[in-house]
């Protein structure tokens, strides 16, 4: 195969590797977000479990204050029973201590009830914390992997952009720049394709014979005419050697064959 084929092959692999670190990093960004969106749940989680509580509790306190109104009452009326002059003003007070009493006893069911959800709000909260805290101690042994992985990808990455940057430097101007017309800064870009069975590796056309046969031929860079890509033929694999024949039954040796690898001349 043409040696600078055989560079820009090498030169491809170059970018297909710093491809891959590109992907890489935008896989660990795509896993940031995707924390991030995971540690806005568990915020937004404990903050309604917080939220139900409180109110729960608002709504106890609003309660109890209008026990102690009813208690009020109870004992305003009570006090006026004192002063009363007619019969008809003493029975409404009556009536109304014990319309005061009856409403004390249904608040303080309700506040029963409320004090039972309070206890199961707060043991929810609880709860809701320790997975909180669960969640978060995990979300940053996984944001400390990111962080290494990214470490590791940007070190290689930088160290890969040097090797191939240098590489590229020590092939021929025109060369690389032909190949580099062909991949215009997409380092995932095929530019050197192989030909298979007369077809372009890249797009898939149809080649001519003559074109195939300047390719075999090596001698320069050949071009697929539809997508301009650089076309090389891999070259065949070297036939295993041929292992030397058992001995004969009557422990002669064979008569020498010739080997594949050492032709006669
Ligand atoms: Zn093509």
Not at 65 to 94: P, T
Not at 224 to 230: A, G, Q
């Amino acid at each position: 195969m043409n040696e600078m084929i055989v560079a820009l092959i090498r030169l491809q692999e170059m970018d297909k590797e710093r491809e891959a670190a590109r992907l890489g990093i935008s896989q660990v960004a795509a896993c940031r977000e995707d924390l991030a969106v995971r540690r806005a749940e568990v915020a937004a989680a404990q903050e309604n479990s917080k939220k139900f509580l409180v109110e729960a509790q608002v709504q106890r306190k609003n309660l109890e204050i209008e026990i102690e109104a009813k208690d009020q009452a109870v004992r305003k009326h009570g006090s006026e029973l004192n002063n009363v002059k007619s019969n008809d003003a003493y029975k409404a007070l009556i009536s109304e201590i014990e319309a005061a009493k009856k409403e004390k006893v249904i608040l303080e069911d309700q506040v029963l009830v409320l004090m039972e959800s309070i206890e199961a709000l707060q043991k929810e909260a609880k709860a809701s914390e320790g997975e909180a805290q669960k969640a978060r101690l995990e979300m940053e042994g996984r944001e400390r992997a990111l962080d290494a992985e990214e470490a590791e990808i940007n070190a290689k990455a930088a160290a890969q952009k040097i090797a191939r940057d240098s590489f590229a430097a020590g092939l021929p101007a025109d060369v690389r720049s032909r190949y580099e017309a062909i991949q215009r800064g997409r380092p995932g870009y095929a530019a050197v394709v192989p030909v298979n069975a007369m077809v372009c590796g890249g797009c898939r056309t149809g080649l001519t014979p003559n074109l195939v046969n300047q390719v075999m031929k090596g001698k320069e860079i050949v071009t697929c005419e539809s997508c301009s890509r650089i076309l090389y033929i891999v070259p065949k694999p070297v036939e295993p050697a041929v292992s030397s024949p058992a001995p004969l039954p009557d422990g002669t040796a064979p008569a020498a064959s010739v080997g594949i690898d050492s032709p006669s001349h």
